[in-house]
């Protein structure tokens, strides 16, 4: 194929499927910088691997590129960020809406990209399991802990999240 063709086909699988893999980056991430960062870092990877890529894996190849530079980025810890001054700090009132964010951060990584996978991408088990090169049964296992711990801080969840 001509390296035109080729980028052309890259430009419009990458148009079709930044804006969801962004959001799956940024709940393994909390944070929409990282999640922007991680996702351009992964369709460089996959732009290079292009031609090798089998048209009938590309979906599960850059949905675990991508997972795998949130989780990356995860585990080299927090970034230094310069400002020019400390930011207000906000008052959680009582009767607050729920902090998604917030409870998401009480979750490991890895139940955070089980999470994404499942239910911000839409993913089945099996789906999941592949992208984070795990076994079923502990995708499984990683929605069980990941719902409960969800629901402590979040009581006010609804049902579908267990299904």
Sequence with gaps: ????????EFSEFYR???T?????AYIVTRDWHAAE????RAFVKVYRAWPRIRPETLEAYVRRAVVNESLSWVT????DVVVDGLPDR???EPDAPLDLDAA???????QRAVIALRFVDD???AETAAALGLAEGTVKSHTAKAIATLRLHLPTLTEHWSH
């Design 90 to 92: 906000a008052v959680v």
């Design 1 to 8: 194929m001509q390296r035109g063709g080729r980028d052309e």
């Design 76 to 79: 080299r810890g927090p970034r």
């Design 16 to 18: 079709a499927r930044v």
């Design 123 to 125: 993913r089945s088990v």
């Design 20 to 24: 969801a893999l962004r959001r799956v």
């Design 104 to 110: 998401l951060a009480t979750l490991p990584p890895q």
């Design 37 to 40: 960062d991680v996702t351009q």
